[in-house]
């Protein structure tokens, strides 16, 4: 059984969960990490963690855990 995941205006069509992770997840700015849990999105761009964030630059950036 396949399904499809409706995204930014695009379809796509997967026949198991791990390869749309696979395929959906953000990458982080800075380490280049697939995204998979939690993110930070930071002016449009995603890190995944506020260490990254900060590493790149980006001020005020916490995490909450």
Same mark, same amino acid.
């Given at each position: 059984?396949?399904? %499809? /995941? #409706? =995204?930014?205006? =695009? /379809? *796509? ?6 390869? +749309? ?7 982080? %700015? #800075? &380490? ?7 993110? !930070? @999105? !930071? %002016? ?7 260490? &990254? ?5 980006? +001020?005020?950036? /916490? @995490? *909450? /855990?």
């Amino acid at each position: 059984m396949s399904f %499809e /995941v #409706h =995204a930014q205006g =695009a /379809v *796509h069509v997967f026949d198991c969960f791990s390869c +749309a992770i696979h395929r959906m997840a953000p990458i982080c %700015e #800075h &380490c280049r990490v697939q995204i998979l849990g939690q993110g !930070v @999105d !930071v %002016e449009g761009q995603w890190y995944c963690g506020a260490h &990254c964030a900060r590493a790149a630059g980006k +001020a005020g950036i /916490v @995490d *909450h /855990v």
